[in-house]
């Protein structure tokens, strides 16, 4: 039964046309609710945030935009071009580490940075100071460390494996790492996100093969991977969706079709 009522839907997907009005769209939302709870897992129509817009889009390095991340933290500072990894320094502040795929690695003098305002504070004045966009922020607090970690976004939209982590120790602010997108341009006939009905079905059917356990969609959430083809740090972001269930958090690849859990 579970197999039919999935034909049925997926039909009514493929056959679905943008222009439909929003009645038409909201039934499509919840006939695909209905086949999931057919197959095992409770979903809420208002736990799935799709995003509609998000398309493919180029990335590529830009390096006015590391210097202006650099000097936001280390104010003036001397770059040496040490091939694929730009090296920003400041005597008095610290180091600053960029390489072309835009993975970062800012590691400050003790004291030049506090959290005495306050941790998340200091952090939201810097990624503002940074020029980040971020769509999420997380804290960890351990024995000797207390660490942000907030998700990249574009234009509102996360992206869902650029994450950066503002680490402090003793009050004062360590380490800022992470990943970043710059040079962001459409892709001529680039893919857009798939529809919300056969992203959850492609989702529901992977559990139903066993490859995990599953019996609540808390969100699933459109966005976008980040990806790098190129030594110079030419890349992409394409679209993806994050399904957060009550066993694990889920990628499911837009392009691929390919899904993984991660942390």
């Not at 980040?226 to 009550?246: C, K, M, N, Q």
């Amino acid at each position: 039964m579970t197999l039919v009522l999935i034909n049925i839907i997926f039909g009514a997907v493929i056959v679905f046309d943008s222009t439909a009005d929003a009645r038409i769209e909201r039934q499509v939302l919840e006939n695909t609710c209905t086949v999931l709870r057919t197959g095992g897992i409770e979903i809420d129509p208002e736990a799935i945030i799709a995003n509609n817009a998000i398309i493919t889009m180029r990335t590529a390095r830009e390096d006015e935009t590391e210097a202006m991340i650099a000097q936001a933290v280390l104010g003036q500072t001397v770059m040496t071009d040490l091939g694929v990894i730009y090296l920003y320094e400041n005597a008095q502040r610290g180091t600053a580490e960029f390489y072309s795929a835009g993975d970062f690695e800012i590691r400050l003098n003790d004291g030049v940075i506090t959290n005495e305002n306050g941790t998340l504070r200091t952090v939201q004045g810097l990624i503002r100071d940074m020029g980040l966009e971020t769509s999420s922020q997380i804290v960890s607090l351990g024995q000797e460390y207390e660490t942000v970690t907030v998700v990249g976004a574009y234009k509102g939209t996360s992206i869902f494996n650029n994450t950066t982590e503002f680490i402090f120790s003793g009050g004062s602010l360590q380490t800022i790492k992470g990943r970043y997108v710059a040079g962001v341009e459409p892709v001529e006939n680039g893919s857009g996100i798939m529809q919300t009905g056969t992203a959850l079905l492609t989702f529901l059917a992977w559990v139903r093969r066993g490859n995990a356990e599953c019996t609540s969609i808390y969100k699933a959430e459109a966005g976008y991977l980040h990806s790098v083809s190129g030594s110079f740090g030419e890349g992409a972001i394409s679209p993806a969706w994050l399904i957060t269930t009550d066993t694990e958090r889920y990628i499911v690849d837009d392009v691929t079709g390919e899904i993984w859990a991660v942390s």
